[in-house]
């Protein structure tokens, strides 16, 4: 059974663990692909003014620099590619559920929504889901999973739960 719900003439995405308590500055962890191996790396920048964490490949090269956005009404998270703001994610200020927009540079913007703090939440872009994240999938205490949809940008949709979960 596949994490996202999808036709049987669609393919599967890819599926990330990720653990739950990931967000301590100068704490580094791995996220591991559906195979257990180490895919991607969030390191946590210490000693810096603002939360800043670095999403790098398995190589060690930076994909995406997930940095909080000081001085702002409204809390923000910016996902940087280079010197380009690719995304920026902030808290939905109206409604009871937990909502988050996301604000993407050249794409349509998507919505997070669901049971954010208990990791039990989807992405969606026009309607469409993008990546669904769900504890439900572990048995591994403090681990969730991230499960992305064919042909969407892995990187920048790590690098947007992790914003999302600096937010929370």
Do not use: C
């Not at 991607?40 to 670095?54: E, H, I, Q, S």
């Amino acid at each position: 059974m596949g994490l996202l719900r999808h036709r049987p003439d669609e393919p599967v995405g890819e599926r990330f663990q990720m653990r739950e308590k990931l967000l301590s500055i100068g704490d580094d962890f791995w996220i591991e692909d559906s195979q257990g191996r180490r895919a991607y790396k969030v390191n946590g920048k210490a000693l810096r003014m603002r939360d800043t964490f670095v999403l790098e490949d398995d190589s060690g090269n930076e994909v995406a620099r997930i940095q909080e956005r000081k001085l702002s009404i409204r809390d923000k998270v910016a996902v940087e590619r280079g010197e380009d703001t690719a995304a920026t994610v902030h808290k939905a200020l109206i409604g009871l559920r937990d909502r988050f927009s996301i604000d993407v540079k050249g794409g349509p913007d998507m919505t997070a929504h669901g049971n954010i703090v208990d990791h039990e939440y989807e992405i969606e872009r026009d309607g469409h889901t993008v990546a669904t994240i769900s504890k439900k999938w572990f048995r591994v205490r403090e681990s969730y999973g991230v499960e992305i949809a064919a042909g969407e940008d892995v990187p920048l949709l790590l690098a947007i739960t992790v914003a999302i979960d600096s937010l929370t």
